[in-house]
């Protein structure tokens, strides 16, 4: 078991979800929560590596990992997004089998080369790597940004009109609005899960689903791109980083926080862990009643 080392109980309230711009920074963002507690624990979605590998150049990158080294044992890979969504195991995940122990054994293995005098090459080598997989992927995120877009406005269209001016002015919706948002992802989040999964859950262990999650988060996104409006007039590779914001807020909820300094990440986080603490949650459990 890959928590072994550590009891759950403890990492569950310590490991925290860092993404690229954090990794990228470690020695300033991820060093002072390791060194605050033996138990502390870093996590990082397979994305926020592929982006890493992705983004920066090799002499960045074996500096970032050269902080974290000392650490290697406290650093998990969690699976990638589409095999949490598909796999029957993963319907209700918990923070342990959301990680990868094969993906979190290959990067600790990295942290032993980078004092080796060819760590530049290597590490070089392995961004080539990942950047074939990589690519693809994020080309087809973009290119699916259009029908995004498209989706988004069709929904705003039938957005209550109360409820728009009432969050552009940062005012409480009313029950109208707030019956139509709960709706709305109750629905969506129903129709993704009955994509991957014909169980039949009942609503507190559908809100335990990451395709739930993956709703809310993707949902609050899109009532920002509401209230601040410009759409239809952003490019493809902005609303494809929104949806790669989503998918890490998403997974952040199942462990103790986020370390990120991008604020918009920050807010579809924060506001849908509101959201799921004190509108879903509570609806959930007046169900079993």
């Not at 089998?97 to 080796?116: G, Q, S």
């Amino acid at each position: 078991m890959i928590f072994q080392k550590y009891p759950l109980g403890v990492l569950l309230n310590t490991a925290r979800l860092a993404d690229s711009g954090a990794l990228g920074r470690a020695q300033t963002t991820l060093i002072p929560l390791l060194e605050a507690s033996p138990t502390n624990a870093i996590v990082i979605p397979n994305i926020v590596i592929l982006e890493f590998f992705r983004g920066q150049s090799a002499e960045k990158r074996i500096k970032s990992l050269s902080f974290l080294a000392p650490y290697a044992d406290r650093i998990f890979i969690l699976r990638p997004g589409v095999k949490i969504a598909n796999d029957p195991d993963l319907l209700t995940p918990t923070p342990t089998n959301l990680l990868d122990e094969k993906i979190t054994a290959d990067f600790r293995y990295i942290f032993k080369i980078l004092e080796h005098r060819y760590a530049n090459e290597v590490v070089t080598a392995i961004a080539v790597f990942y950047a074939k997989h990589t690519d693809s992927y994020f080309d087809s995120l973009t290119k699916s940004a259009a029908t995004i877009k498209a989706d988004i406005l069709a929904e705003t269209a039938q957005f209550p009109k109360d409820g728009i001016v009432a969050l552009r002015a940062k005012r409480a919706v009313n029950d109208e609005t707030l019956k139509y948002m709960v709706d709305s992802v109750i629905s969506l989040s129903a129709e993704m899960l009955s994509d991957h999964h014909s169980e039949i859950l009942e609503p507190r262990q559908i809100i335990e689903t990451f395709h739930f999650r993956f709703v809310l988060c993707a949902y609050t996104m899109e009532l920002e791109w509401r209230v601040r409006g410009g759409l239809n007039t952003a490019k493809d590779k902005t609303v494809r980083n929104d949806v790669t914001d989503s998918l890490i807020a998403a997974q952040s909820m199942y462990f103790d926080g986020l370390i990120t300094n991008d604020e918009k990440l920050k807010s579809i986080h924060a506001k849908a862990l509101w959201a799921l603490n004190f509108i879903f949650r509570p609806l959930a459990e007046r169900a079993r009643c």
